[in-house]
């Protein structure tokens, strides 16, 4: 084989990952994650203005607080309506009951190392009881929040989106129609 053939069978060669030349950056690892949480509602029988939500408020590393529903990790043999009752409760203290789902979020970030995808299953929940509470050390700050202030509060739009859902949800429920 000629220099200038050995040349051209080398520059039809399929580059390799972890090869010299990409050698600086290892692949990061890409987990799954599941969690689900919810949209508890106080007054959800009553005057549509006295209707509230409980949020909580969390330090971002910032130090800004930002407001979100509660969510959390789905545990073995739990289901998801089950984990959005429990973590309610661990982050807000109040007890819920699930009336109907709200949606899914998905999204994905970077953390240790990793390239995460998380799915966040969300529920509609009534306030059954239980008292509003930041005793959970993942939280810096719980309020019951007015639903129509929820647009404004909530940091993430696709929380937004769910509250959306959750007073068309109301609205027909207060009509007869679910």
């Known amino acids: 084989m000629s220099p200038a053939d050995r040349a051209n069978s080398r520059r039809r060669q399929p580059r390799r990952r972890g090869s010299a030349g990409n050698a600086a950056k290892p692949r990061m690892r890409t ?28 330090t971002d590393r910032r130090g800004r607080l ?25 982050e807000t203290g109040i007890n819920g009951l699930v009336v109907a789902e709200l949606g899914s979020i998905d999204y994905w970030f ?9 799915t966040v299953h969300h529920y509609l929940m009534r306030s059954v009881g239980g008292e509003l509470s930041d005793a959970d050390v993942e939280v810096t700050q ?36 679910q």
């Open 66 to 90: 930002l407001w979100s529903l509660p969510k959390g990790h789905i545990e073995a043999g739990e289901t998801a309506e089950q984990t959005a009752v429990r973590e309610v409760a661990e």
């Open 31 to 58: 987990v799954r994650e599941t969690s689900a949480g919810g949209l508890v509602v106080d007054g959800l029988d009553g005057p549509r203005d006295k209707r509230c939500a409980a949020l909580i408020g969390r």
């Open 110 to 118: 970077v953390t240790d190392g990793r390239r995460v995808h998380k």
């Open 142 to 177: 719980v309020a019951w929040v007015p639903l129509t202030d929820l647009d404004s509060r909530l940091a993430y739009a696709d929380e937004r989106r769910l509250a959306e859902v959750a007073n068309r949800l109301i609205d027909r429920m207060e009509n007869g129609r």
